[in-house]
């Protein structure tokens, strides 16, 4: 995850010097490219030190290494040019609303893959290859990835398990055991169904892999292996447009890697296919 996106989830929580020096720098982070730790002070109020310390909090030797940080923050991200990326106003022509959902969305899918780190992406693969049983958990919107995720996960012939009824996922789960894995869903991390989930599947012994904003929340800290989608709802104002569009770009990422992996993927798709299409004819008259 990207400095900037750390500090803004930590924001709230931060003492009020620190918070003031987090908020310029989330404010004005091109600005900061251009400081020193003694006009990065002056500009918040703060004495040089604080800014030092600011930078030691979130794991950094010195100021000189988190400016680097925010520098490779801000050379991901990625805009499509001339593309929006602001609030909808209700005055907005449907072509400025296309193109400000457009951004969004775009900008929602680039920082959800740049704020993952490899190697947690791959231990969750590695999960995957080794489960005895895939649980896959997510309620409301969340419920609509989970669904899409665990269908493609039972194309490459994998047992993944999701049922829409939040109780048909906790009696699933309830039967898991060690060497099963769960997928819990959840953009806030407090979705109460799948916060006590992902409790349970702990208490049965399987291995939990949260999906969830980079917020502090009970379901990322409850899991063994944590990952995130970046989303700002905000702008779109809806609660699920760029969180859902954030989970599709995750969890198919997840999908796409396993079929590199996988060396008889392309059989099970092929046979996948060839079942519906079976189907399909079967049913015409």
């Keep these: ?13 931060l003492a009020p010097a620190d918070r003031q020096i ?3 720098i989330l404010e004005h982070p091109d600005e900061v490219l251009r400081l020193s730790s003694a006009r990065l002070a002056e500009e918040t ?13 979130f794991g950094f030797a010195g100021y000189q290494e988190m400016k680097l940080a925010v ?9 499509p040019p001339g593309a929006l990326h602001s609030t909808i106003e209700l005055g907005d022509s449907p072509s400025t609303v296309a193109q400000k959902m457009l951004s969004s969305k775009m900008h929602a899918m680039q920082q959800t ?16 290859d080794t489960a005895g049983r895939i649980h ?18 039972q194309k490459l012939g994998r047992y993944a398990l999701h049922d829409a009824d939040s109780h048909v996922q906790m009696a699933n789960v309830s039967a898991s055991k060690s060497g099963d894995v769960l997928f819990a869903l959840s953009h806030s991390g407090t979705s109460i169904e799948t916060v006590r989930i992902a409790e349970l599947a702990r208490k049965r012994g399987a291995a939990v ?22 989303a700002d709802e905000e702008r779109v104002r809806s609660s699920a447009i760029t969180a859902r569009d954030a989970q599709l770009m995750l969890t198919d990422f997840l999908f796409i890697l396993l079929l590199q992996r996988q060396k008889d993927a392309g059989d099970y798709i092929a046979d996948s296919g060839e079942a519906v299409t079976a189907l399909k004819l079967g049913g015409e008259k």
């Design 209 to 230: 892999v949260s999906i969830t904003g980079p917020q502090q929340n009970p379901v990322a800290r409850g899991a063994g292996i944590a990952l995130y989608t970046i």
């Design 22 to 24: 987090g908020r310029f």
């Design 71 to 79: 520098s490779k923050a801000r050379a991901r991200e990625w805009r």
């Design 113 to 128: 893959v740049a704020a993952n780190d490899e190697r947690e992406i791959a231990r969750a693969l590695d999960l995957i």
């Design 136 to 153: 896959v958990a997510g309620v409301g919107a969340s419920s609509l990835v989970a669904r899409d995720f665990c269908l493609k996960l």
């Design 45 to 57: 109020g703060r004495s040089q030190s604080s800014v030092v310390k600011f930078a030691q909090k």
């Design 1 to 13: 995850m990207s400095v900037l996106n750390v500090i803004e989830a930590q924001l709230e929580s």
